[in-house]
């Protein structure tokens, strides 16, 4: 099994490449012997340049997953508001689709950050993505802020594929009980909790511990698609 590196600051020595993947931008960062490909789709205010999402794909690739990450139409176009779900949905399984033919030599794990990664498993939970072997989703968000609710995670009881959920225990947009409770019923379902950490799985510099959290989000991804493959 690869050993897990923590490291306090996320590497910049894995290159990017640049790319069109299914007509949207995408940034492809693989480093040497891979074995898996994270889709990661952004989260609803920002786009695939956004820190965490450079954080956490130059933590994977230290770990040796490739990632890449793709950006929704309306983000491209310089709009605010994401768009309907179905639209979202539907450039997801284009991506998905499109990677699955040009990565053929790639195990595939789809998801993303909070919105990417919901709009991913739903897309999945109408018809499944073609050659995906899991979905892994970093801060999934279970219900608006100050408003909970379970709708949003109904139709994860649709799918069969291993799910991991990385989790902020301070997620305002979800609720540790509920999303326990939510989560329960499903066998495919892991669960991995940062310990003091927001829906930007981020931490307050003066209660953090040995470890950045992206860290431990990055180890629990790489680990979780190792055991995958055990």
């Not at 139409?73 to 309907?84: C, E, L, N, Q, V």
């Not at 991913?120 to 499944?128: D, G, L, N």
Request: glycine share 8%; charged share 20%; net charge positive.
């Amino acid at each position: 099994m690869r050993k897990l590196l923590p490291v306090s600051e996320p590497p910049s020595a894995f290159p990017l490449t640049e790319l069109l993947v299914a007509e949207r931008t995408a940034l492809l960062c693989c480093p040497p012997g891979a074995r898996w490909l994270y889709l990661f789709a952004h989260g609803a205010g920002a786009g695939l340049r956004h820190a965490f999402m450079e954080s956490m794909a130059q933590r994977l690739a230290a770990r040796g997953v490739a990632t890449l990450r793709w950006e929704l139409s309306y983000m491209t176009a310089g709009r605010r508001r994401p768009d309907p779900a179905p639209v979202c949905e539907r450039e997801a399984r284009a991506v998905c689709t499109e990677a699955a033919e040009r990565f053929a030599d790639l195990a595939l794990c789809a998801g993303g950050k909070s919105m990417g990664g919901r709009m991913t498993s739903q897309a999945h939970a109408k018809a499944p993505l073609p050659r995906l072997r899991a979905l892994a989703f970093f801060g999934f968000p279970l219900h608006p802020a100050r408003k909970p609710a379970s709708t949003r995670g109904q139709h994860l009881a649709q799918i069969s594929l291993p799910m991991l959920f990385v989790q902020g225990e301070r997620d305002a947009l979800a609720e540790r009980p509920l999303l326990e409770a939510t989560l329960a019923p499903l066998p495919q379902a892991t669960l991995r909790w940062i310990a003091g950490a927001d829906h930007g799985l981020d931490v307050p510099i003066s209660r953090r511990g040995e470890h950045h959290p992206h860290d431990l989000a990055a180890d629990a991804l790489a680990g979780w698609l190792t055991q995958l493959d055990s």
